[in-house]
């Protein structure tokens, strides 16, 4: 069976990227006219049938949707995805529509996705994790309806709906009830504003915790906020070491995901630092592990399935009106009470 041809073929043999040949097929009007020349007949020579997007009039259904999701991240690992993908899935067949599954690289060139993309031939995308704003802009020329799924993206140019927690919201509720509960100096965790892995979700977390020291006109300590890359073990590890080798008393914390808070508990642990008994830990997401561990982590739920469905519905409704206004969806999350947390005397 001979094999489909792909805008990466006609990039190759056109001496082009693959940016500029989906730029060409569809219709962009910032071309050079003799490299839009050299693509089509490319194209034609290589025998390559554009694949159609379906009529987009308001009522017609999607027949197949992506779910794209950047992989390879221990800073949120599939106990977190799963069950966005689950909402995802139900939400989709409910609707008739066929949902298809692409894993990539965190760090996939903007190139190579669209010839991923192309290559799935789809009605619309859910684009899932912390694309960069360049790779999302180039899935965006693809002319598909897109959504985001806890991710946030500004842009002048052309808008984006977007679906996720309230990052900032549910850290700033975690603080005020430790607050609540006569903890004055608290450290955070992961905010990976300054790392070169930056994550909006975690940057929101952070500015959550940042909010709440303010509204409770409690001072931002450096030593407390512990802005590092919590993709790497190693460094949770020493980030530990370096805050209790700072002398700088703390009695809690709030870690920007699970995973995080379970590194952590482990490295104080190994340092003989008690939970709680020493020093409270709340984490955010709410995921499987943290009901298991001990002590059981007490932690921001995040609707996560919620996610997942609402985000194929804003799809649908993409789809119907592509020239409506850009929503961006916070979805409402809540503190789970377990055992890492005790007043503070």
Known sequence: ?????????????????????????????????????????????????KYEKPERARGKNLKEIAFVLTHGDVVTPDIFWMPILQGAETEANKARIRLTYQGVDANIK??????????????????????????????????????LIDNYIRSRVKPIDAVLADNAGGVKDAMEYLISIGHRNIAFVGGHTTASKYIYTFRQRQA??????????????????????VTSLEEIDEACQRLLDSHRP?????????????????????RNVRIPEDVSI????????????????????????????????????????????AITHLVDVHLVHRNSVIAHI
């Open 1 to 49: 069976m001979q094999r489909s041809i792909t805008v990466k073929d006609i990039a190759q043999k056109a001496g082009v990227s693959i940016a500029t040949v989906s730029r060409v097929l569809n219709n962009h009007a910032n071309i050079n006219d003799g490299i839009r020349q050299r693509v089509l007949k490319v194209a034609e020579e290589l025998g390559y049938e």
């Open 110 to 147: 903007p190139a190579l996705l669209i010839s991923k993309i192309q290559e799935l031939r789809t009605d619309g995308l859910l684009l899932v994790g912390p694309f960069t704003p360049e790779t999302v802009r180039a899935a965006q020329e693809i002319g598909l309806p897109c959504v």
């Open 208 to 229: 959550g915790y940042l909010q709440a020291l303010q509204e409770a006109n409690l001072p931002i300590i450096d030593e407390l906020l512990l802005d590092i890359d």
């Open 250 to 270: 703390f009695s809690a914390m709030v870690c920007a995901n699970d995973p995080t808070a379970s590194y952590m508990m482990r490295a104080l642990h190994k």
């Open 282 to 325: 709340i984490g955010f997401d709410d995921v499987a592990i943290a009901r298991h561990l001990t002590p059981a982590l007490t932690s921001v739920h995040v609707p996560t399935d919620a996610m997942g469905a609402l985000a194929v519905k804003r799809l649908i409704e993409r789809h119907s009106e592509p020239d409506g206004l």
